[in-house]
């Protein structure tokens, strides 16, 4: 099993701890010299004299020592820890909305585009990479977490991640949760804003769709709340990409009920343990069963034993909303070819199973949730699809042979829909994917032993990625092919000159209603497109 939990989960690295002067004297040392950054200081420096507080909100370009680090601390896809990957002019990296502004004024007037980092779990690196000169706009600062048990709520700015909410949760209630990713170190800034879904999501819907207020800077540096922006805006930036429109400085969230005590299961099922079939069941079961259970899949090729033959593994990992008790007559009488016996069931707190489904023991101290110095790094390149109707078992067998040809670095993992996302209409909010849906698939293959992701193994593994995309296609769904947006993917197309261009990844994404509806919102807001990036929101 600590294999497994190895590949499925994330990997602990320690990063450097960062320590910087109080003094004006030594923030002005961190400062560029050349004449773009230097004209970019001076705007956002402050008048007085009293520059303790400004000296706390650092301001760091590459010619000192620090950028380097700061810049990578949140990289979370270390394929683009590389010296080739374009970097930022300057990062800022406010302690309060005050400084947000100033940046944002002094990029606007002095020539910069901006990107927006929360947490850096970017599939992409779009949040922190670009080519051309950018103001990375970096909220590790501002990660402060406000639970209101008593309204069932809770404000978040966008630099704390995951983890930090859950744990803060914890720490007031153990009758409420938030329907959020399994990570947790996925920042909440950028993760509310295309759509987040996680464990919950049968019982409670997507993350967004438990967003009940924001606090909002437009592109003129306006702070706008729900009622101030219009029901437009605070629609298209809940799952329809909010850094395309704006900065979000505080989402208010919406705490859901859950049980003091879940139930969580794991286990594994090979080929010749009859795989084949009980995945091809669990796409009809999974999707429908009561809405208080969900069951993840993850799969991989293995070889058996010492031998040189190889199997198909699916781990099967569930949490059910209550006992032991009630769950396992449920199993027996929807799934009894999953086998889940008694013995392998837990009863833990909703903030144990995140650290179990993070691959970890659900012994281990939950305060592991708000350790900065053990954060997860990806190395990999992924894609998503949807599953709309049940994939018939010759289609199975087909999947399972091509994952048998890699070289053991690739992984699927499946989330089963249904339940209460079928509730939504696709255009709800942004975020399209609901009934119908069946499942999610996120594929990807990992670039572990290579020195980068442009070796000739590590571009072997791409171009095995592409052909089982290509693979699937007569499986996933159609007109469009969807795709998740949090899981961005380049190899859909980065064009946004005209519709026929954007429309090859923004329909994708969001299908063409709310995309349509996205880009005339964009043009009232931010006409000058000041806020792009690949496969943002365009402006025509």
Known sequence: ????????????????????????????????????????????????????????QLIITPVNASFIPIWQVAVQNTRFLKPSTPKPSIIVTPVDETLVQKALFCAKKHGYEMRIRSGGHDYEGLSYTADVPFVMLDFTNMRSIDVDVANRSAWVQPGAVLGELYYSISQKTDTLYFPAGVCPTVGVGGYMGGGGYGNLLRKYGTAADNVVDVRFMDVNGNILDRKSMGKDLFWAIRGGGASSFGIVLAWKLRLVPVPEKVTVFILNKTLEEGATKIFHKYQYVAPTIDRNLHIRTQVFAEYIGNTTKKTIRIMFEGIYQGTRDTLLPLLDEKFPELGVRREICEEIRSIQSTVVFWGLPSSTPIEILTNRSAIAKLNNKSKSDYVRTPIPIRGLRKIWRKLMQNDGSALLMINPFGGRMADYSESAIPYPHRAGVLLQILKTVNFNGQTSDTTPTSLKRIMWLRSLDELLTPYVSKNPREAYSNYNDLDLGVGSSNYEEASLWGERYRKRDNFQKLIRIKAKVDPDNFFPRPQSIPVF
């Open 1 to 56: 099993m600590k294999k497994y939990s190895q590949i499925r989960s994330c990997v602990f690295l320690l990063v450097l701890c960062l320590s910087f002067s109080n003094s004006w004297a030594n923030l002005s040392s961190l400062v560029d010299v050349t004449p773009g950054t230097e004209n970019f200081i001076s705007c956002i420096q402050p008048k007085s004299n009293n520059v303790t507080s400004f000296s706390q």
